[in-house]
């Protein structure tokens, strides 16, 4: 069946989102995670004429309305209504869209024994590319596709000179043998919210002497084989531990000690954090 297309009303995929976690009917991080959204609009030249509290409003009766209290929502802002050519005069405004959907276990819960990761053989992203958060996920859905067939929970992406980046949706993260946190600069990766706030908890540990620093210097892809633990950081996934890369152990091949600290502080953080907790109304049971 034929049907006919006007040309102003194709929406096209330019645009920009964030997924955002609820627990215990509050959004986590949700203040970091609208500043990404707006920068990463910005960069695009995508124009978005919702106040942050308008966007928090609109969030929070979409959440009421699935009655959800543990959800994911994903909060896209696209070019809007146009046609279906390249220039983005084409679209008439901005649109915005908010999916609630269900939040599924952390990894470590369903796995206890750890992740199993491979090196990615795909290129990777561009820088401008990779600081954005765009809906263009076609790079982030082959890595995937990669690790999965090879067996894989995830896959991790090394740039030209050989040095550790990102995952499909995670970050990555070392400890060294001599107690050191180390993340990949920012050049050619996403910085993810859960990694910033992980980054913050550390400093925690550096103090009690668990770890000896937390630094983000180039980490070349031999320091992944000789590695204490790898870790992999995600809305998702929180604090996972890689303990198999490429079919071989990380470390003692068992979730290490950093890991597992980090992971209870920042469990701990998604329900006791009032200042990056933003709760919305869930029905109320005792009404049925």
Known sequence: MLLPVD?????????????????????YALAPHLIRLRGSAARIGLEMPWSDDAL??????????????????????SRGIGGM????????????YIMIYALPPPFMEIHP???????SRQPLKPGFLANIKTCNYLPNALLKKEALDRG????????EKDELAEGATENFAVVTRDGRLRFPPPDRILVGITQARVAELAGALVASGALRA????????????EAAELLLLGTTTDVTAVTELDGRPVGDGRPGPVQRELYSRLRRDLLENTAWRTPYPLPDPSAD
């Open 214 to 225: 937390v630094e983000t210097v180039p980490i070349p892809s031999a320091a992944l084989d």
């Open 56 to 77: 928090t409003d609109i969030l929070a009766q979409t959440l009421a309305a699935a009655g959800r209290p543990e959800a994911l929502a994903r909060i896209i802002v």
């Open 85 to 96: 050519g390249v220039s983005p005069y084409e679209c008439s405004a901005p649109e915005l």
């Open 152 to 159: 894989a929970d995830f896959a991790v992406a090394l740039d």
């Open 7 to 27: 040309d102003h009303v194709v929406h096209r995929g330019d645009g920009v989102f964030e997924t955002c976690k609820t627990h215990a009917g509050a959004v």
């Open 113 to 119: 024994g750890g992740a199993r990761a491979v090196r």
